[in-house]
Nanobody, 127 residues
């Protein structure tokens, strides 16, 4: 049973930074493409970023490019999301997800492409 556990959320002022972590257990992390999604109050869950198995390919939502960075450490079965220059509109619950389909460099961006999900971690950005 694959488990994903997010951490690192919290309350931060606008302009600040947070680093989210997602630890995986119970599966073969190195084969998973990993993604981050978020869901703001009253809105649908949306794609944030994704990273290939090796970490050599990443993809970001257009609106977040330059502020957010996804990375992974396969030796630690973990994926990270560095968030800089945070804005109040970044307030959301952030979820990590794993796609067990083996891809080469492709990084999926749709929710349905991901098989495992964490419970989420709350990020609140105050103005």
């Amino acid at each position: 049973q694959v488990q994903l556990v997010e951490s690192g959320g919290g309350l931060v002022q606008a302009g600040g930074s947070l680093r989210l972590s997602c630890a995986s257990s119970g599966g073969t992390f190195i084969i998973y493409t990993m993604g981050w999604f978020r869901q703001a109050p009253g809105k649908e869950r949306e794609f944030v970023a994704a990273i290939s198995r090796s970490g050599g390919n990443t993809y970001y939502a257009d609106s977040l490019k330059g502020r957010f960075t996804i990375s992974r450490e396969n030796a630690k079965n973990s994926v990270y999301l560095q968030m800089n220059s945070l804005k109040p509109e970044d307030t959301a619950v952030y979820f990590c997800a794993a796609d067990r389909t083996i891809h080469s460099m492709y990084v999926p961006r749709a929710e349905y492409e991901y098989d495992y999900w964490g419970q989420g971690t709350q990020v609140t950005v105050s103005s």
